[in-house]
């Protein structure tokens, strides 16, 4: 564990650097070898390139969002034994019917129209982060884990909203426009600002149940943000993936490339800060007792002040 973090930051760096070179370059000449980037969209131009940004930030935020809303049910269920036991034995049951309907979406055609393979695959990857979480995380850690992946989560969507309008400027002619995805997505950061102002600015012994609940309100706000230009006549360009939607292979491989780099550099900063947080925590504990300590000898009576010394 002691050379695994600088090996990934080094792995991350390098990967970071080659997803820019291919979103960026349609073609890449390294000593005389030729790489395949990103083609060049035909109406937008190289202005779409940004899309390899916008896109995989927007992916990554909704993921540390999921983390956050799975660490913060977890703080909530495992102040209590039994509520523990009965979430448990409800991720098992999940796993279960996911697999399920995975495999019987594959041999029923009907359950595939009706999107049972995805319902499925849902279901078993949340049984499976959330076993993973509880194995991983104690109590008090998975606290840590839920106020690292809002923070950089929020980060990630603040950079979906200020490449959205950048990109929106030359193709739509307008910075910003309310419509249901983009006011839902600022909606959404607004929540989980509102979720750090908590914790940063409340001193009360409640505040991290308080914070995990306003998560957990939060994470419903996720799906909605994903599902707005499916339900909605948006200006916001329908999904290239799904829905009747296209990509070309290209663009899907350098996108999803981005996607992992980003998601790389997520890791490697939500494992910075839950180290540095840890050591915050023990370090106010410290100090806690510490004061604790004194103000215990401090109301120690004198024996000098209770038993004077006689006089001869």
């Known amino acids: 564990m002691k050379f695994a973090f600088p090996i990934l930051v080094i792995l991350t760096g390098i990967l970071l650097i080659y997803a820019m070179s291919v979103a960026l370059n349609p073609v890449i000449h390294i000593d005389g070898l030729t790489l395949n980037g990103a083609p060049t969209e035909q109406t937008m131009g190289d202005v779409q390139r940004i899309f390899y940004y916008h896109?995989?930030?927007?992916?990554?935020?909704?993921?540390?969002?999921?983390?956050?809303?799975?660490?913060?049910?977890?703080?909530?269920?495992r102040t209590n034994s039994t509520t523990d036991r009965f979430v448990r034995v409800a991720m098992y049951c999940a796993a279960v019917l996911g697999i399920a309907l995975l495999f019987a979406g594959f041999v029923v055609p009907a359950l595939t129209w009706l999107a049972a393979p995805a319902a499925g695959a849902t279901l078993f990857l949340i049984a499976v982060i959330y076993m993973l979480i509880r194995f991983c995380f104690s109590h008090s850690n998975t606290d840590v884990l839920a106020l690292v992946t809002a923070e950089v989560g929020v980060v990630f969507c603040t950079i979906v909203l200020i490449t959205g309008p950048i990109w929106a400027r030359p193709v739509w002619g307008i910075w910003w426009t309310w419509d249901m995805r983009l006011t839902s997505t600022l909606v959404l950061w607004l929540i989980y600002v509102s979720y750090l102002f908590l914790r940063r600015f409340s001193a009360s012994g409640q505040t991290p149940l308080l914070a995990a609940a306003l998560a957990v309100f939060g994470?419903?706000?996720?799906?909605?943000?994903?599902?707005?230009?499916?339900?909605?006549?948006?200006?916001?360009?329908?999904?290239?993936?799904?829905?009747?939607?296209?990509?070309?292979?290209?663009?899907?491989?350098?996108?999803?490339?981005?996607?992992?780099?980003?998601?790389?550099?997520?890791?490697?900063?939500?494992?910075?800060?839950?180290?540095?947080?840890?050591?915050?925590?023990?370090?106010?504990?410290?100090?806690?007792?510490?004061?604790?300590?004194?103000?215990?000898?401090?109301?120690?009576?004198?024996?000098?002040?209770?038993?004077?010394?006689?006089?001869?």
């Not at 993921?63 to 269920?77: D, E, G, P, R």
């Not at 007792?289 to 004077?308: A, F, M, V």
Request: with cysteine.
């Open 55 to 77: 896109v995989p930030s927007a992916w990554t935020a909704f993921t540390l969002f999921f983390i956050n809303f799975i660490a913060s049910v977890q703080y909530l269920v």
């Open 219 to 312: 994470a419903l706000c996720v799906p909605f943000v994903y599902f707005s230009i499916w339900f909605f006549r948006t200006q916001h360009p329908q999904p290239v993936m799904g829905g009747g939607g296209s990509i070309d292979p290209r663009m899907l491989h350098v996108l999803l490339l981005n996607w992992l780099a980003f998601s790389c550099f997520a890791f490697l900063v939500c494992w910075s800060r839950c180290r540095l947080e840890k050591l915050q925590r023990d370090v106010d504990e410290a100090h806690a007792l510490q004061s604790l300590i004194g103000e215990t000898k401090g109301t120690e009576p004198d024996p000098s002040r209770t038993n004077p010394p006689r006089s001869a």
